[in-house]
T-cell receptor
Framework: DTAVSQTPKYLVTQMGNDKSIKCEQN?????MYWYKQDSKKFLKIMFSYNNKELIINETVPNRFSPKSPDKAHLNLHINSLELGDSAVYFCASSRVSDEQYFGPGTRLTVT | GEDVEQSLFLSVREGDSSVINCTYTDSSSTYLYWYKQEPGAGLQLLTYIFSNMDMKQDQRLTVLLNKKDKHLSLRIADTQTGDSAIYFCAESAGTYKYIFGTGTRLKVLA
């Protein structure tokens, strides 16, 4: 049973395209997150959602739009993809102020 | 600032102890965490320590916390080749925000 799942695992696309990454958790957590891990493995938080509401937006360009249709899902839509968006994107979930459970990551390559 | 610093690389021989260090910034952090990331995978929680503790031991793992110096360390006893991975420390910087360290790549030599 996968706790936090993401699709797709790999995504290769051209500059200017729009793409989405989906995330689902079956842990019953109220809080979900998106992180970006760059080529040097630095991990930075992008968004936090609690009970489907945006709590934290860490100065992410507005080309990135998270959407939470329900507490178990947090999808990430990216418009007008740029080369610098190439990274591994991780979804995570947690109870409030508790340990986080991470998804396996989506490797996005923009050409 | 919000930087959580770690040394980038550590190499040890199999059977030796590994010590991974972390310096964090937010003295109000309630919990501090250690995560492990294996190649091509997401992060997995290894252990955590509550901010009012100095030490926590969990099998081969020992976490030491020095709140005065904002220093956290993870000691892995009897390091095995399967311990080779990237290790991240993280602090809870508010209710919904976590700040991760730069990651330490541990390489275990057979």
């Amino acid at each position: 049973d996968t706790a936090v799942s993401q699709t797709p695992k790999y995504l290769v696309t051209q500059m200017g395209n729009d793409k989405s990454i989906k995330c689902e958790q079956n842990l019953g957590h109220d809080t979900m997150y998106w992180y970006k891990q760059d080529s040097k493995k630095f991990l930075k938080i992008m968004f936090s959602y609690n009970n489907k509401e945006l709590i934290i937006n860490e100065t992410v360009p507005n080309r990135f739009s998270p959407k939470s249709p329900d507490k178990a899902h947090l999808n990430l839509h990216i418009n007008s993809l740029e080369l610098g968006d190439s990274a591994v994107y991780f979804c995570a979930s947690s109870r409030v102020s508790d340990e986080q459970y991470f998804g396996p990551g989506t490797r996005l390559t923009v050409t | 600032g919000e930087d959580v610093e770690q040394s980038l690389f550590l190499s040890v021989r199999e059977g030796d102890s590994s010590v991974i260090n972390c310096t964090y910034t937010d003295s109000s952090s309630t919990y501090l965490y250690w995560y492990k990331q294996e190649p091509g995978a997401g992060l997995q929680l290894l252990t955590y320590i509550f901010s009012n503790m100095d030490m926590k031991q969990d099998q081969r793992l020992t976490v030491l916390l020095n709140k005065k110096d904002k220093h956290l360390s993870l000691r892995i006893a009897d390091t095995q080749t399967g311990d080779s991975a990237i290790y991240f420390c993280a602090e809870s910087a508010g209710t919904y925000k976590y700040i991760f360290g730069t990651g330490t790549r541990l390489k275990v030599l057979a």
